[in-house]
DNA sequence: TCTGAGTGGTTCATTATTATCACCACCGGT
DNA sequence: ACCGGTGGTGATAATAATGAACCACTCAGA
């Protein structure tokens, strides 16, 4: 099924960053042919996945995805789960906070809230990182099992700034310090200036959902405020957790 | 792309009322091939968009559309928007109200605020419904363009009611009352007891999304209550269109 | 314990599909 | 007029999907 492959892909593109496409500009960034993008886009428009802006000609999704979200959210409730531990994140904390699902080999936010601060870490709803330089990233590779982390480990893991952990041992040490602590504490990996906690989320398989994260200016990040963010930031993973279903086997009974 | 059709199409299946299904049991619903639903399933899930339940092997919505109905929802707000009005309209009317998106011949009900009553009509949320026999599908089908009514009647329509409207010619008058009064007014043609007074929400293309609709048991539905929730109702749904961008032409500059 | 009917899942020869390239019409700047 | 960029289209060569038959398993009933 590559076609269905490529189909769904295409989906993927989009992203608050970017929320329309044109054809030969879709085409090219998923490396598909002009003729077979349109086909595709074509099935998908059938179905309301995806419209095209009559105006413009760009394409962009469609409202058929809301109802597939909104019949996922009443199936097992994600969103309006993490939604109010966000808030409370952020309270308690005064930082952006996030959650992020483990998705293939990459991660998405899907929901975000935004500390009230007016120098304040922004994120992008739905936009795509990769997973060994963010903090959410990070923890989901560590729970996420041999299989996914040996398949990116066996690419050359790229850099980003002088902190991105590349080396391939020194990265399998981290991901053990991670399943070790249960956290992880990024110190500009991504993004210079960017620092931020994340801890993993557990569905009721015990595979790693995606993770919340607090993000905060390196200035903000002393000592004592990781430790703050640090206990609100695993606190809220767990509670979340708890929410999916998860149970816990080394808590206490 | 056939084959994106069909993967795309089992998606829909899937609903409030029905979250999970067994291979076999998707398989028959969709009329595909068992081995060609699993291959489908299994693109599908490389994704997210579909999850497989590892205890029961049954297939559910995956965390994948959560993502893309957020992006959705940034670039074009829907559900952020009916939802407030929904809300308002159960206020005035006290009866349940939905908004239903129109998705190819068919109309399913996205968002949904129910009635504090004890005895109230009840929707299943992401459940689809036919255009000929529910208010909201047929003010869609009466401003949906020639191409999609005469597709639909081609077909021999189904009735659900001894008073659903089956006769064609009957049916195009019909229409062309709606497109006069920019209403309907369904009472018990695709459920006994059930009557709803449905109005359009057209997209900045003056093309209808969807109607706004509320939804009465018969013994509720007199006259002046009719009066009373049909006010209610246009008027939501002419706001909701306006919030889509929609620019009525009839009305004052 | 045997049987049958139902699962989910897999295989591979047959078959129908899709990819690709070249093309068209159109638009906005040179 | 031209160029480089759109979006969109169609025929054929190359590729992918199909589905009957199959396996392993579970459950219910005799």
Do not use: W
């Not at 070790?180 to 993993?200: L, T």
């Amino acid at each position: 099924m590559q076609t269905v492959d490529k189909a769904v892909e295409l989906l993927g593109f989009f992203s608050e960053a970017q929320q329309e496409f044109g054809l030969s500009e879709l085409a090219r960034t998923a490396g598909f042919d002009k003729a077979s993008t349109r086909r595709l886009l074509l099935a998908l428009i059938k179905h309301d996945y995806i419209e095209q802006n009559p105006a413009t000609k760009a394409y962009r999704l469609g409202p058929g995805v809301l109802r597939l979200a909104r019949v996922r959210e009443i199936s097992s409730p994600l969103i309006s789960i993490t939604t109010p531990l966000l808030n409370e994140l952020v309270e308690q904390t005064g930082e952006s906070a996030h959650f992020s699902l483990l998705s293939g080999e990459r991660i998405s936010s899907v929901d975000i809230v935004e500390s009230p601060k007016s120098n304040r870490i922004n994120f992008v709803l739905g936009e795509e990182g990769p997973l060994h330089a963010t903090a959410s990233g990070i923890v989901c590779l560590a729970y996420g099992g041999d299989a996914l982390s040996s398949r990116l480990l066996r690419r050359k893991l790229p850099a980003y700034t002088e902190y991105t952990v590349t080396e391939k041992t020194q990265f399998a040490d981290m991901l053990h310090a991670v399943r070790d602590s249960g956290h992880y504490i990024n110190r500009e990996q991504y993004e210079y200036d960017v620092c931020s906690i994340a801890a993993p989320v557990f569905s009721q398989t015990a595979q790693p959902l995606g993770a919340m994260a607090v993000a905060a200016p390196t200035s903000r990040f002393s000592k004592d405020r990781q430790k703050l963010i640090l206990a609100a930031v695993t606190q809220a993973a767990a509670t979340a957790s708890r929410a999916m279903g998860f149970k816990s086997h080394t808590g206490n009974s």
